[in-house]
Every structure is written in C-alpha cells, then in structure tokens.
C-alpha cells in the first residue's frame, strides 16, 4: 500500500484558492439569481476603477514627466490601452452578468 502524505500536501496550496471561492459560491446559493447581479455589479465597479486608475496613471506620467521621447509615450501608451482594454473586457463579463441575472429571476423566479 502506498502511503497518502503527498495527497495532504496538496491542501495547503488549495486552501486559498477554496477561500476565494467561498464568497460567490455563497453568495449565489443565498440570494439567487439576485446575487448574480449583485456580482455582476461589482464586476462592473471593479472594470471602472481600473479605467480610471489606468486614465489617472497615463495622465500622471505626461503631466509629470512632460514631453517624453517617442519610445516612452509608446509604452505608456501600450500600457494604458492594455488596461483599458482588461477594464473593457471586466464590463462586458459584469454586464452579462446582470443580463443573465436578470433574466434568470424574471424567467425562473
């Protein structure tokens, strides 16, 4: 017979990941399709903040740093169109969320 010590290993490194899932998981068996959109929402805050803060960096850098060169305004401008573009994509996945929430409490609540 083998021996299961590095089976019990493994739940240290799961344990957080069990902890971080905790919150939806009861948040969608308590309140339904109600916590859907809840969540769904919260996605969408999360997505606008990280527009703003995004916005707020690049304008930082140009009012601080002035007139950079041409290879520098690319990168911050690579990095602001890349968060922009994780701030669109957390939107789209909150707004679907509250669709999906929605309908679900009109259709099966």
Do not use: K
């Not at 899932?21 to 339904?32: A, C, E, T, Y």
């Not at 169109?81 to 929430?101: D, P």
């Amino acid at each position: 017979m083998r021996s299961r010590e590095p089976e019990t290993l493994l739940w240290l490194p799961l344990l957080p990941i069990f902890f971080l899932g905790v919150f939806p998981m009861l948040l969608l068996s308590f309140l339904g399709f109600a916590g859907l959109v809840i969540l769904g929402v919260l996605m969408i805050c999360v997505g606008l903040d990280d527009a703003l803060e995004a916005n707020s960096n690049f304008n930082q850098q140009v009012i601080v740093h002035g007139y950079a060169r041409r290879s520098e305004r690319a990168i911050q401008a690579s990095n602001l169109h890349s968060e922009i573009r994780f701030a669109t994509i957390m939107n789209i996945t909150g707004a679907a969320l509250v669709v999906a929430g929605v309908i679900g409490f009109f259709c099966f609540g």
